[in-house]
């Protein structure tokens, strides 16, 4: 598992895809969709965000930080949701 990474000039380039992913990102998408379903996605990321913002050993001990995680919570999900519709089109 690669961890968190601190190199600035790499904040926006993909790390974790493979050569082949990066010639076509669609095979990562493929590969996630095959591993999981959208509900279990789902599943996961709410079990993340109430750990999260309900754990006494929660990283958001601020309203504020909460509200923040909810949010990327919500976006995540969207995004899931959108990247999940891409994936069964075929015309793209």
């Known amino acids: 598992m690669r961890s968190l990474n601190n190199h600035p000039e790499w904040h926006n380039q993909p790390l974790r895809l493979s050569e082949e992913e990066l ?13 999981y379903h959208l509900q279990e996605v789902r599943q996961i990321l709410w079990n993340w965000m ?3 913002v309900s754990s006494s050993r929660s ?3 601020e309203g504020q930080q ?3 995680h909810i949010y990327f919570y919500e976006k ?3 995004l899931v ?6 994936n069964q089109r075929t015309d793209i």
């Open 81 to 86: 949701e959108a990247v999940f519709l891409i």
């Open 50 to 52: 109430i750990e999260v």
């Open 23 to 35: 010639k076509n990102p669609r095979l990562a998408i493929e590969n996630f969709f095959e591993c």
């Open 59 to 61: 990283i958001s001990q």
């Open 76 to 78: 995540m999900e969207a």
């Open 66 to 68: 909460r509200n923040d």
